[in-house]
């Protein structure tokens, strides 16, 4: 069975960590008289192994990525000595469903771009002109793997360039070999992409990463939903 539970602080405090007396997990604040739970070094299999097993209230000290919604499976570990069976049929299931994967595969193979091609567009007085180089497609996502529309994408060193669409894509005309691409956005770090060859040109993936910031306070842990296991996680829940 999966749950989800989010993380949140709705009352930030404005205590300084570093002059917390240190403890085995984390620092204890003089002022409210309570252990502080430093979970920025913690893994998200950690953070959720802690909030599943504790149930008392929790002072913590988090990044503001870690402050989200997690997912677990509360079956997990029932039989470990079964696990090489539930490995045995997944390999199966995967023979059974080996040729549409591969199809899948094949078809986001990257096609080489001849490298002096010209590219074809319209002016403001609707002529057709050429730019040299070639086109570059690519798409921007964030560090969980969600879409980013509006990502500023700039071949360094000038002022041409374009922003990803509503599903994070984005095409940009006149590329050259060793040109840099930037990609920027509101409340992320900026990340380059160096266009080695054509080669690359027919679809990269950019992931930019938020800024961090910490925030630190009482835990908000509220559950968003069960989901009722169905017989395929029940069988797969014997063999975790």
């Not at 997990?25 to 953070?47: L, P």
């Not at 002072?59 to 997912?71: D, I």
């Not at 677990?72 to 069976?85: D, E």
């Amino acid at each position: 069975m999966k749950k989800q539970f989010n993380l949140s602080i709705d009352s930030p405090c404005s205590e300084k960590f570093q002059n917390f007396t240190p403890t085995t997990n984390g620092g204890f604040c003089q002022s409210c008289q309570k252990n502080v739970v430093d979970f920025t070094k913690m893994t998200e299999a950690e953070i959720i192994q802690y909030f599943n097993t504790t149930k008392s209230n929790t002072c913590g000290r988090f990044t503001s990525g870690q402050l989200k919604t997690y997912e677990f499976n509360s079956a997990q570990f029932k039989f470990p000595h079964f696990r090489w069976i539930g490995t045995g049929l997944l390999g199966l299931s995967l023979i059974l469903a080996g040729t549409p994967a591969l199809a899948k595969a094949k078809s986001a193979s990257i096609i080489p771009v001849e490298v002096n091609q010209t590219v074809n567009t319209i002016d403001s007085h609707n002529r057709k002109v050429s730019i040299p180089g070639f086109t570059v497609n690519g798409t921007v996502t964030d560090e969980e793997g969600e879409m980013l529309p509006g990502v500023n994408v700039i071949i360094k060193g000038t002022n041409r360039g374009t922003v990803t669409d509503v599903n994070g894509k984005f095409s940009l005309q006149g590329i050259e070999t060793g040109d840099v691409l930037i990609f920027s956005f509101v409340g992320y770090h900026s990340a380059e992409y160096k266009v080695e060859n054509p080669s690359q040109a027919a679809s990269i993936e950019i992931k930019i990463e938020p800024m961090e910031y910490e925030l630190m306070g009482e835990v908000a842990v509220g559950k968003v939903f069960v989901s009722k296991p169905s017989l395929w996680d029940r069988i797969k829940s014997v063999f975790q």
